[in-house]
């Protein structure tokens, strides 16, 4: 089997963090996964060396064709969100969606899509500073600034830089499994999975150390016992605060509430024994705390945008893992 190919365009005057990223999902080799991984190009508009911030030169042998041939094209931002991309890049980006890649962008890197025109009609996402911008400048972009990415099939758009990581995850899980991906993420101490629909920015108060640690031990009792009924009081007790006081102060902590935050905690831990185990549907919702498979059901079309059935046989089917 051949490796599936992946571009990411190089530019002056870049930040390394956004290629970064591309660099250690799809060009590192993991050989504990025993898998053909991703055949990774860095390629610039002219091959030859490009600078990046902090005064480093970054030198590729790979032009814009080389990037239009590669299954996976991935523009990780752009260096002026005032500008259009150049009519060499705009024809590369076409071509390579005409021939069927996968187009991806990383935070700015929206902008870039939107004027080779790949967005129109499209819902789409960027860093939320930027969501203003992509709306006037390009009117026919549905542009939702809330989540941490989007995936439109063919193309896929993530907000700010570190969500680029949350949406090459994604992909790594769409193309290998979830497996393949959560050891990617254990690897990378990240969060196996993060939601694209999570909101990418919530304006809130940093807590005193003492409340935020008070929570913080309830939740982590929370997380060692979700198997068992537990309650917003029984919470409370756990932090030593009165149930009006907890909810104020988990909300602050955390920008939700504390029922809608163990319910995403028993959705993810069902996550995994759907991936690994052949347990029924109905096993699966008692063994992560929910009462009954109705009920896990609900909480996991609505978290996860399928169910669980399907999730099942997406991320087991002829994946060997």
């Known amino acids: 089997m051949t490796a599936p190919t992946v571009s990411v365009l190089a530019y002056e ?34 091959p030859g060396s490009v600078s990046v911030l902090g ?8 032009g814009l064709d080389t990037l239009a041939a590669a299954q996976t094209v991935i523009i990780p931002s752009v260096s002026d969100v005032t500008a259009e991309p150049s009519p060499e890049l705009v024809a590369g980006l076409r071509l390579a969606h005409q021939r069927g890649a996968r187009i991806v962008s990383i935070c700015s890197g929206a902008f870039a899509l939107a004027g080779a025109g790949l967005l129109d009609g499209r819902r789409a996402t960027t860093h939320w500073r930027y969501a203003d911008l992509l ?6 972009v549905q542009v939702d600034p809330g989540p941490l990415y989007l995936d439109d099939r063919d193309v896929l758009t993530s907000a700010g830089c570190a969500a ?15 497996s393949v991906a959560n050891a990617v993420a254990r690897r990378l101490v990240v969060p196996p999975h993060r939601d694209g629909g999570q909101a990418q920015y919530i304006e809130s108060p940093v807590p ?5 640690d008070r929570v913080a031990r309830s939740m982590t009792w929370a997380l060692e016992h979700l198997t068992e009924p537990i309650t917003v009081r029984t919470l409370a007790r756990r932090a030593s605060m009165s149930t009006r006081t907890y909810l104020r102060h988990f909300a602050r902590c955390t920008a939700t509430s504390p029922i809608r935050w163990l319910i995403q905690q028993r959705v993810q831990a069902g996550l995994a024994l759907l991936e690994t185990t052949d347990a029924p549907v109905e096993e699966v919702a008692r063994a992560v705390g929910f009462d009954n498979a109705i009920t896990f059901r609900h909480h996991f079309t609505r978290a996860m945008r399928t169910s669980p059935s399907a999730y099942r046989r997406t991320f087991r089917t002829d994946k060997g893992y």
Do not use: K, N
């Open 135 to 140: 709306r006037r400048r390009y009117p026919r």
């Open 164 to 178: 680029g990581l949350d949406l090459c995850l994604h992909i790594v899980r769409q193309d290998h499994g979830a």
């Open 13 to 46: 005057g870049m930040s390394s963090f956004e290629t970064g990223i591309v660099i250690e999902i799809f060009g590192l080799v993991w050989p504990e996964l025993e898998l053909d991984w991703y055949r990774l190009s860095v390629c610039a508009e002219r």
């Open 208 to 212: 005193a150390q003492a409340e935020d």
């Open 55 to 62: 005064g480093a030169t970054l030198s590729t042998p790979h």
